[in-house]
């Protein structure tokens, strides 16, 4: 993955640097302005068992289609008492990391965003440093971040303003969104799934954010809460959660233009910011339905605050009944819904339903969520039908905070470019989904009772079985009597034996790397100058 980096400083100046140690930076570099910072790699987990939505509707009595075509919902995938949220991060960085092909010491910044909390005070980043102690870095920033299923968002922001700071040392940034979304029995439980998302973050990235444009709600709300700390369930008010997140989404899309529309006056150009900017559109989903409601939303806020929209063609067309309604008063108003998505089907085809793979296969992953539906868009397009493209990212969580913001994908789609080799590390994501295990809703039920019944219990071994779990997977082996976890990982080679401790970077890897490190770090800092 270092390949993607391009050379932007002379060899002169190269060769007047002297050796130094990993985060030293010399002085020449200080009043480098990283380029295009943003996303360089992703890495998605999700857990090796499923329950099918259509059975545990039958399962759990209620009407056929309610979990499939109301919440628009195919599969669940859960964790067994073996895995927790650690566990969760612990695999998906290693696979990262591995992957990519790099070591550890290039890692300057390391943030959990995450909402599944089993310690109230240690973090679960502190857990992922296990992971470098064979490399001996130890010099690694960051923490955990927590709102709900906004944490991730927080942790990757924080990380690319890390990037553009005098804080930065050179080295990359690494973000891992992951939860356990579980409910109590009842309406709420299909709504749930599980899984986590690397992401590292650099310059001269193939999906870099657009600076500036951001715009962020944040608002006082009891929508979906925690507050029994022995327990994973949450306390949720459905309606309001969604009038929450709706209200959120209008006022994030209103931020967005006013900020976008100010940059192109500066730019010189004269033009309104609609749906039709945006190559694709990524939403935070708890489920895929609510995700096909907010497009519809955003064609709803394009055509009221149209100066003059044409109902006669195009896609306003047959709205003129809806032109004086006010947008607060619209949440639950059928007609309007049901209009709006009518008329925004195709722009839903084209923008948005390809980023609901992982969600509808493997449900909402609260933090992980919406970076599992960019992971998704990425999969199921080619470095040519994605370049060049705007993609519009709307991150949400209760309580609330609430974020839309836009990545700008590279024009370059060569082969060997940092987007296609993006690209190409995703091309096996329905592969991976489709090699999971599906269990009958009665397991999917005795695993959901086994969880709440040893939440949090000391001097616990886990009843979960190993075998279930893909190669590679970091599982939980004991509780201690202080309620101290320990883990292990299973063998990422199915015919070999488990392996009872840390698995780290090779010593070879580790070596290569001490050769050529400092000189790529010294070359991030220069671009476009």
């Avoid at 923490?143 to 005098?166: H, I, K, P, Q, R």
């Avoid at 059928?334 to 195709?346: C, L, N, P």
Wanted: net charge negative; hydrophobic share 35%.
């Amino acid at each position: 993955i270092f390949s993607i980096i391009t050379p932007v400083c002379s060899t002169a100046e190269i060769d007047s640097v002297p050796f130094r140690m990993p985060g030293s930076l010399p002085a020449v570099c200080e009043a480098a302005w990283p380029k295009d910072v943003g996303i360089m790699a992703v890495e998605v987990y999700v857990p090796s068992q499923y329950v099918e939505q259509a059975e545990l509707e039958e399962f759990d009595g209620v009407g056929a289609g309610k979990y499939t075509v109301g919440l628009g919902q195919a599969r669940m995938g859960f964790c067994s008492d073996r895995e927790d949220i650690s566990s969760l991060c612990l695999t998906v960085v290693q696979r990262l990391m591995e992957h990519s092909g790099l070591s550890y010491q290039s890692v300057g910044r390391l943030e959990v965003g995450t909402e599944t909390i089993i310690d109230k005070s240690k973090s679960t980043k502190t857990v992922l440093m296990q992971l470098f102690e064979e490399s001996g870095n130890t010099d690694v920033d960051g923490v955990d971040t927590t709102n709900a299923c906004y944490g991730g968002t927080a942790a990757l922001f924080n990380a690319v303003n890390w990037v553009e700071s005098s804080s930065w040392d050179g080295r990359y940034a690494l973000v891992v969104a992951g939860d356990i979304a579980v409910y109590a029995t009842g309406g709420a439980r299909p709504t749930g799934g599980a899984g986590a998302v690397a992401m590292l973050v650099g310059p001269n990235a193939p999906l870099a954010f657009e600076r500036g444009l951001r715009g962020t709600h944040m608002r006082h709300a009891y929508d979906f809460y925690k507050p029994d700390m022995v327990s994973e369930y949450p306390v949720v008010d459905g309606k309001l959660s969604i009038q929450c997140y709706l209200s959120a989404l209008d006022r994030c899309y209103s931020i967005y233009r006013n900020k976008i529309h100010a940059q192109w006056q500066r730019e010189g150009l004269d033009k309104r910011c609609s749906l039709a900017d945006f190559g694709f559109m990524v939403f935070h989903s708890p489920y895929c339905k609510l995700v096909q409601k907010s497009l519809a939303r955003l064609m709803l806020n394009d055509f009221l605050c149209h100066p003059s929209p044409d109902t006669e063609s195009g896609p306003f067309s047959g709205l003129e009944a809806f032109r004086d309604v006010k947008i607060e008063d619209t949440y639950f108003d059928r007609d309007v819904e049901k209009a709006f998505m009518k008329a925004s089907s195709e722009a839903f085809e084209n923008k948005t339903k390809a980023s609901l793979l992982i969600s509808n296969q493997n449900g909402n992953m609260y933090t992980p969520s919406v970076y599992g539906c960019l992971a998704s868009v990425l999969a199921q397009h080619t470095p040519q039908q994605l370049a060049g493209q705007r993609i519009g990212v709307f991150s949400y969580g209760s309580g609330f905070a609430a974020t839309l913001y836009s990545i700008k994908v590279t024009q370059d789609a060569t082969p060997g470019s940092s987007l296609d080799k993006l690209v190409s590390s995703l091309c096996d994501l329905q592969a991976r989904l489709d090699s999971r295990k599906k269990v009958s809703p009665d397991v999917f039920a005795q695993n959901m009772k086994l969880r709440e019944e040893t939440h949090h219990l000391a001097n616990y071994i886990p009843q979960g079985s190993v075998e279930e779990l893909f190669p590679g997977t970091w599982y939980l082996t004991r509780v201690d009597e202080k309620h101290r976890r320990q883990y292990a990982r299973r063998s990422v080679s199915d015919d070999r034996p488990l392996e009872a401790g840390l698995l780290t970077s090779s010593n070879a890897a580790e070596v290569c790397f001490s050769n050529w490190y400092l000189f790529h770090m010294i070359l991030m800092y220069f671009h476009n100058n």
